[in-house]
């Protein structure tokens, strides 16, 4: 089959793999329909995260058909269409029965806190990812899901990851009706997290970011007041500002360590000399949100060596609530979404690649170039 191969930092090919195999009787192999790439697989792309051997294959977002199912398989079959969450799980362990899907135990034996994931190095387990032209899954009874007739492949295919993760973080800020919520961030998860915030009763959504594209998109598609924080000189006394002086009820950082080297540049306007996993984005929404307010954190953050606002945090009695998403547990509730109109997650989506032009498509996403928000990756028939 044709993948995706990682060769090094910023060095991506295209190469021939052997076609995957039932390893074990729950597995299920998928013929990849679409892909996606994430924000968080750039950390991959720059380097940035540990244990991402030559020739690992990206991508945790994807939808396909089933082609072939191990012989204990019996929620799929073969022919199904199905959306697969980013997370890998067993369904059974302490965790997975308590809903904690990313966090299983079962399934990662290089990290105690995250369970598995497709496509992102070694650390999240080693399982080659969904930028490719077959994938193989396992645990298939308990992760894909068969996508219902009226959802569309681009729709379903961003409730594997972006869109779920965005709509988590606004239902663990606890948001009550009328609150103001600040997302930072205007990227596929923070514009969803916005979005998601109006259907958790918020009454007032102010986005944060630095390029004028996404937040023209925050606008557009998430009805949120916008603030580029490159043009205003203290971004937190600008929201406080913007709040009545007490700060915002809600914070969501959706931002994280989005880190190039050692040079956080998507998060700033201005290259600042931080260390890769440095919470920029963080200690802004703990200084903006208001007193005994919550924040929710999505950003994707690895080892921390700047520090974290702690004692503001616990000296203002906030509330911080993250994890990574357990995004299949968000899908029922997102599917009659949809339905109903109320969101329509495939807007996000403004471009469209063939898996032979994979190294450029992350070239584009990489460098923010065409006004890019979302790439999808459509591999060859």
């Known amino acids: 089959m044709k993948a995706m191969t990682y060769r090094g930092p910023y060095k991506l090919?295209?190469?021939?793999?052997?076609?995957?195999?039932i390893e074990h009787p729950n597995d299920a192999i998928v013929r990849v329909e679409l892909a996606a790439i994430c924000g968080s697989d750039l950390h991959l792309y720059h380097g940035m995260m540990p244990d991402t051997r030559i020739g690992h294959t990206f991508g945790h977002e994807f939808v396909g058909t089933v082609v072939e199912i191990g012989g204990s398989v019996q929620s799929l079959a073969v022919g199904d269409r199905v959306l697969v969450p980013f997370n890998i799980y067993c369904g059974s362990c302490f965790f997975c029965a308590r809903g904690l899907y990313s966090n299983c135990h079962n399934v990662n034996p290089n990290a105690t806190a995250i369970g598995g994931?497709?496509?992102?190095?070694?650390s999240t387990g080693g399982y080659d990812g969904g930028q490719?032209?077959?994938?193989?899954?396992?645990?298939?009874?308990?992760?894909?899901?068969?996508?219902?007739?009226?959802i569309t492949d681009e729709d379903a295919l961003l409730l594997t990851d972006a869109f779920s993760t965005g709509y988590f973080g606004a239902q663990i800020a606890d948001i009550e009706e009328g609150d103001t919520a600040v997302?930072?961030?205007?990227?596929?998860?923070?514009?969803?997290?916005a979005r998601s915030c109006w259907l958790m009763g918020a009454g007032r959504v102010i986005v944060v970011d630095h390029l004028d594209y996404r937040l023209r998109k925050a606008e557009d598609f998430a009805y949120a007041e916008t603030v580029n924080f490159g043009q205003?000189?203290?971004?937190v006394r600008d929201l406080k500002f913007l709040t009545d002086g007490l700060g915002a009820d809600v914070a969501i950082d959706a931002v994280g360590a989005e880190a190039d080297g050692h040079v956080l540049q998507h998060v700033t306007s201005a290259k600042l000399k931080l260390q890769g996993g440095s919470p920029v984005a963080l200690n802004w929404a703990i200084d903006s949100v208001r007193k005994g307010g919550t924040v929710s954190v999505m950003g994707a953050y690895g080892p921390?060596?700047?520090a974290v606002k702690f004692g503001d945090a616990m000296n203002k009695g906030l509330t911080l609530r993250m994890n990574q998403a357990p995004v299949k547990r968000q899908w029922s509730r997102l599917f009659d979404?949809?339905?109903?109109?109320y969101v329509k997650p495939s807007d996000l989506?403004?471009?469209?690649?063939?898996?032979?032009?994979?190294a450029e498509a992350y070239h584009v996403f990489s460098a923010k170039l065409d006004d890019i928000i979302k790439p999808v990756i459509v591999p060859a028939s």
């Open 304 to 306: 921390m060596f700047s």
């Open 117 to 122: 994931i497709y496509g992102y190095s070694h």
């Open 13 to 21: 090919r295209v190469d021939s793999k052997p076609d995957p195999v």
């Open 132 to 150: 490719a032209e077959f994938v193989r899954v396992p645990f298939a009874d308990v992760g894909p899901t068969v996508i219902p007739d009226d």
């Open 232 to 235: 205003v000189g203290d971004i």
């Open 337 to 341: 979404h949809i339905r109903a109109g």
């Open 349 to 358: 989506i403004t471009h469209r690649f063939p898996l032979d032009e994979i």
């Open 183 to 193: 997302v930072f961030g205007a990227g596929p998860v923070g514009l969803a997290a």
